[in-house]
């Protein structure tokens, strides 16, 4: 069984920082592109980066360029975000996702249950 | 970037109901395109993919379609369990962009 489990996320003032991981298990974690994707309170859904199987390769919303790092072990099975800079506007629920499709980053098939970052002094 | 105009933003429906939900993509992108159903607190779960295949477990009452920029999500015959948020999401490139979502309730 596919499971991703997040953890990292709570309150930090603006400008502070955050480390996000996301655990997973159930499938061959170093053949499959991962990505995050966030929603703050009562939105939509913003797609925030993507690294390839390997790490090679990262891609970030324009939103999150040069705040946030996205990076993986795949020894340790674990996605991470590295979240900088961070501004009110950051608050919001951080989804990782296990993706397929296209290039590899196309669509979300698995999906953890979150983890609420709030962005506030 | 690639906008993708989602409508409409909610509807009414009743058990039983055929209901038709659009996503319009701002440019070409060929049939890179999902459907996730989110229900309150719960993370999005992929429904669709590639336009019109079906996921491994989601139900044979959900299907989709694409002709040329405009997709669509239909529930042929809507069930207690479909009352949620549905979103479209294009995988066609970076960066990967949303629909603003749809929200199915209760008539």
């Known amino acids: 069984e596919v499971q991703l489990l997040e953890s990292g996320g709570g309150l930090v003032q603006p400008g502070g920082s955050l480390r996000l991981s996301c655990a997973a298990s159930?499938?061959?974690?170093?053949?499959?592109?991962m990505s995050w994707v966030r929603q703050a309170p009562g939105k939509g859904l913003e797609w925030v980066s993507a690294?390839?199987?390997?790490?090679?390769?990262?891609f970030y919303a324009d939103s999150v360029k040069g705040r946030f790092t996205i990076s993986r072990d795949n020894s340790k099975n674990t996605l991470y975000l590295q979240m900088n800079s961070l501004r009110a506007e950051d608050t919001a629920v951080y989804y990782c996702a296990k993706t397929f499709g296209g290039s590899g980053y196309s669509y979300g098939d698995y999906w953890g249950q979150g983890t609420l970052v709030t962005v506030s002094s | 970037d690639i906008q993708m105009t989602q409508s409409p933003s909610s509807v009414s429906a009743s058990v039983g109901d055929r209901v038709t939900i659009t996503c319009r993509a701002s440019q070409g992108i060929n049939s890179w395109l999902a459907w996730y159903q989110q229900k309150p607190g719960k993370a999005p779960n992929l429904l669709i993919y590639t336009a019109s295949s079906l996921q491994s477990g989601a139900p044979s009452r959900f299907s989709g379609f694409r002709s040329g920029t405009d997709f669509t999500l239909t529930i042929s015959s809507l069930q207690p369990e479909d009352f949620a948020t549905y979103y479209c999401?294009?995988?066609?490139?970076?960066?990967?962009?949303f629909g603003g979502g749809t929200k199915v309730e209760i008539k």
């Open positions: 159930g499938f061959t974690f170093s053949s499959y592109a």
């Open positions: 690294v390839n199987n390997n790490g090679g390769s990262a």
């Open positions: 999401q294009q995988g066609n490139s970076f960066p990967l962009t």
